[in-house]
């Protein structure tokens, strides 16, 4: 059973970083691209980030382009998302997907 689990969200301030993970399961995991999307209240799903298969090769969203990073550690099943320079409009759940297979999220709040 594919299963793709977030976590390190949380409550930080502006300015603040974190570094959220997304552990898989159930897959190969290097098959495949993996993205980061995200959702804020009231608005569609977006993309923010993604990494090839190897690791290779990355690419972001405009709005989070120098202050967001991307890895993946295919050895332990797990992406990463380093996101520095937080501000309040990246307040949203994040989601990893993987070939159509969708996390359950985890919520980044960025606030003073």
């Known amino acids: 059973q594919v299963q793709l689990v977030e976590s390190g969200g949380g409550l930080v301030q502006p300015g603040g970083s974190l570094r959220l993970s997304c552990v898989a399961s159930g897959l190969t995991f290097s098959f495949s691209d993996t993205r980061w999307y995200r959702q804020a209240p009231g608005k569609e799903r977006e993309f923010v980030a993604r990494i090839s298969g190897g690791g290779g090769i990355t690419d972001y969203a405009d709005l989070v382009k120098g202050r967001f990073t991307v890895s993946r550690d295919n050895a332990k099943n797990t992406m990463y998302l380093q996101m520095n320079s937080l501000k309040p409009e990246d307040t949203a759940v994040y989601y990893c997907?993987?070939?159509?297979?969708w996390g359950q999220g985890t919520q980044v709040t960025v606030s003073s």
């Open positions: 997907n993987w070939s159509g297979k």
